[in-house]
Structure formats: C-alpha cells, structure tokens
C-alpha cells in the first residue's frame, strides 16, 4: 500500500455522502473514492443474506479500485460487519457511532442514549453490542423507521411528509423516556436532515457519527504511514443508478467532486 492509494467509502444510497463530506473536510489531502447502490436502496428492510452479498460486491468494487481502506458509511451493512470479507481494512461507522455516544454519555453524565436507525440496524443490536462493550450501565433507546431514508433519498423536498416520519421516528423514544437528550443519529441519511430534526426538537443534542468514523481512519493511516498529507486530490463518485438523484444531494452538502459515473455493480444492473 502507498499514500496516494485512494481511500473508499461505501453506502446503499445517498446517505454515505454525510460521510463523505467529513472525509473531505478531514483528510482533504486523500483521494476518495464513493461507491452509492442507489439502484437497489435501501438496505433497511432486506434481509441479512442480502445485505452481506451486496456489501460483500461492493467491498470487491472497491478493491478493485485499489483502495487503502474502506469505510462502511451505511449503519445497515456496517451491523453486519463480522461476516464481511475484504482485503483491505474496513472501518465501521456503528463502531465509531458507539464510541462517539460512550464519549457523550460520559462528558454529560447521563446514562442514557437515544437512537433512530433502520430496522436492520435496530433488529441487529449492533449498537447496543458496540455501547456496551465500551460502558455496559448505559440504557439505549431505540426507534426504528424505514421510510424516513427513502423519503430523504427521493421526496426530500416534501417538508409536510418529512416531518411527520421525523417524529414518527423520534417521539416513540421520547414518549418512553423523557429525559433522553442525546440522539444517535444511525443511519448515515439522517444528518443530511440534521437542520428539520432541530427545527423540531431543538433541546436535543444529535450525534453524528461520521466524524468520529474519520477520525479513527486517520488515526489508521498515520500510524501506518499512509496519510497522504500534500498534493492535490481527487474525489469520484460512482452510482448504480440515476446520476441526478445524486447531484441535488452534492448542491444541498457542498461536496466537491471531480468525476460522477453510473456504473453496473452485477452484470444485469
């Protein structure tokens, strides 16, 4: 491996440009390679089995790109990353939410979280696995929504409907514990709307774990003499399905980008 090699981060849409936008902001020195399954999004309500055979090809994409690393931007997949396979290391973006929320939990002294994810990723424990391991006395509480991603990947733009899922995913959590103040945010889309959730429930301190999850990867790379630290770089995104659905999204996060391609992931894509 060598520093110019490109780092790779992956997602089942659009959601993993969150992440995306924080490598960029981090390490903007490192060329980046994003691969988005929009075509086949989103991974909440799949089963276990496709999830890993789709993360798993994406994984071989990447490799094949000759990435360093790559980050599991995507909570669903990132849930399942025990039986991943990849050549490269990998990075889990559930890993560094949980870390982010041990942080908060003990910084604030409140023993209790919040979190908002898709039903794989809540059905799946991972995030309570992860938390525990790192603090076993804190209580998560946890809502699911499998709309809210879609809604966000295509129908942003309607405020009315966007609102009632946020708080059809949010106030469940809240009717059932008062005092939660911290809110992980565990699905990779869900920063994107991270200004309508605040609108809403301002007195909540919301967790993105994106910038944790980059700060582990540069953590990485710099013991391992990998940080690419000077020069100029270059940002490419590939998606599997319209090239437009991805072009509002890069306007709306102010990512910049050299190259968008579509791209077929299996050969009847």
């Given at each position: 491996?060598?520093k ?7 997602d089942?849409g ?27 999004m989103?991974?909440?309500n799949k ?20 990435v ?10 990132s849930?399942h ?5 990849s ?5 889990s ?5 949980s ?6 939990s ?11 994810a ?16 790192l ?14 991603p879609k ?9 009315p ?21 911290n809110?992980?945010l565990?699905c990779?889309?869900f920063?994107?709307?991270e ?12 967790l993105?774990?994106a910038e ?5 990867v540069?953590?990485?790379l ?8 000077n020069?100029?770089?270059?940002k490419t ?20 980008i ?7 992931l299996?050969?009847?894509?």
């Amino acid at each position: 491996m060598n520093k110019n090699q490109p780092i790779g981060i992956l997602d089942s849409g659009v959601g993993g440009l969150t992440v995306f936008k924080q490598t960029e902001r981090l390490l903007p020195n490192e060329n980046i390679i994003y691969l988005g399954d929009t075509k086949r999004m989103p991974y909440g309500n799949k089963s276990e089995e496709e999830i890993i055979i789709l993360a798993n090809k994406m994984i071989s994409y990447l490799e094949e790109q000759d990435v360093k690393a790559v980050l599991l931007a995507c909570n669903t997949i990132s849930s399942h990353i025990e039986k991943l396979t990849s050549k490269v290391p990998i990075f889990s973006i559930v890993k560094a939410g949980s870390e982010l929320a041990t942080k908060k939990s003990s910084e604030t002294n409140v023993d209790l979280i919040g979190l908002i994810a898709t039903k794989a990723t809540v059905n799946s424990g991972s995030y309570n696995k992860e938390i525990h391991k790192l603090n076993k006395d804190i209580n998560i509480i946890s809502n699911d929504s499998t709309r809210l991603p879609k809604v966000i990947d295509s129908q942003i733009e309607n405020k009315p409907l966007l609102n009632q899922l946020i708080k059809e995913c949010i106030e469940p959590i809240i009717d059932k514990e008062k005092n939660v103040k911290n809110l992980i945010l565990g699905c990779s889309h869900f920063p994107i709307i991270e200004k309508e959730i605040n609108d809403i429930y301002n007195d909540l301190t919301l967790l993105d774990p994106a910038e944790q999850m980059v700060e582990n990867v540069r953590k990485y790379l710099k013991d391992k003499d990998l940080l690419k630290d000077n020069g100029t770089s270059h940002k490419t995104l590939y998606t599997t399905a319209d090239i437009l659905e991805f072009v509002s999204y890069i306007k709306r996060l102010k990512i910049n980008i050299d190259k968008l391609e579509k791209i077929k992931l299996f050969e009847n894509d």
